[in-house]
């Protein structure tokens, strides 16, 4: 069982930068995969990145390339999220994830692990 609790979110203005964070307790944090996953009102909750657990492959939906970064630091058992030029339609909640397996990583169906969310608003 692993448990999965995030944190960072707030409201900035658009061009503003956060970073979320989520730290995981339970197994072994270092052997899952992790990503990242959003969702805004009203939609379905999508994929925003992923990163295996050994770190040598990363993901990105092609609407955060360039401006996110996912990071994990195994040794504090936390990922990162690094949010830049953020704009309004990345208002959303934030939800980190992990898997046991990397399957499907950029699929919801591909983690076995959901934190609570946290909550990024972006104003224009």
């Known amino acids: 069982q692993v448990q999965l609790v995030e944190s960072g979110g707030g409201s900035v203005q658009a061009g503003g930068s956060l970073r979320l964070s989520c730290v995981g307790s339970g197994r072994t944090f270092s052997t899952y995969t992790m990503g990242w996953f959003r969702q805004a009102p009203g939609k379905e909750r999508e994929f925003v990145a992923a990163k295996t657990w050994r770190g040598g492959s990363t993901y990105y939906a092609e609407s955060v390339k360039g401006r996110f970064t996912i990071s994990r630091d195994n040794a504090k058992n936390t990922l990162y999220l690094q949010m830049n030029n953020l704009k309004p339609e990345d208002t959303a909640v934030y939800y980190c994830?992990?898997?046991?397996?990397?399957?499907?990583?950029?699929?919801?169906?591909?983690?076995?692990?959901w934190g609570q969310g946290t909550q990024v608003t972006v104003a224009s």
């Open positions: 994830a992990a898997a046991e397996f990397a399957r499907a990583v950029t699929t919801r169906s591909g983690y076995d692990y």
